[in-house]
């Protein structure tokens, strides 16, 4: 089994990737939208990423060869309990860097049904550390915005 851990900013292109692939993802906004009727829910953080582990496990104790995480996961401490299922479950876990300028990812926020501030959308560039085979990832693949739009 794989997991598959997506990284990138509000408006980098993860969720439109992941559909334009026909990939079924656990989606952090979607378990969101699940618990409180609304994706942007941001105070039911701990609830929501409890969920998608769950989710996660459940995919690998059924034997499903790859999960999807479709979640900003910006730092290596969001990244951390994948990489930790990963060596639980003993399967490979890969990210799917999403490297878009921020200035595109506000851009194309703007033209979203659910618009993200632009200043959280800053201040989450600002924390995000690129993920690396350093801290655990058996691959980091970058989707570049030339792939994306293609």
């Known amino acids: 089994p794989k997991l598959v851990v997506t990284v990138g900013l509000p408006g980098s292109g993860k969720s439109t990737w992941l559909s334009r692939h026909g990939i079924n993802a656990i989606s952090s906004d979607e378990i969101r939208r699940w618990i409180a009727d609304d994706p942007a829910t941001q105070s039911i953080h701990r609830i929501v990423f409890r969920t998608v582990r769950h989710l996660v ?16 996961s910006l730092t290596p401490w969001e990244r ?15 990210a799917l860097f999403f490297d878009t300028p921020v200035e595109v990812c506000i851009e194309r926020n703007r033209s ?9 959308i800053r201040s989450m560039a600002r924390k995000l550390l690129p993920p690396t085979t350093a801290e655990g990832f058996s691959a980091v693949t970058l989707v570049s915005l030339k792939e994306e739009t293609t």
């Open 57 to 72: 496990i459940e995919r690998l104790k059924i034997g499903r060869p790859v999960t999807y995480i479709d979640a900003t």
């Open 80 to 94: 951390r309990p994948y990489i930790r299922l990963g060596q639980l479950y003993q399967c490979d876990v890969e």
């Open 112 to 120: 979203r049904d659910r618009v993200v501030p632009e200043e959280a």
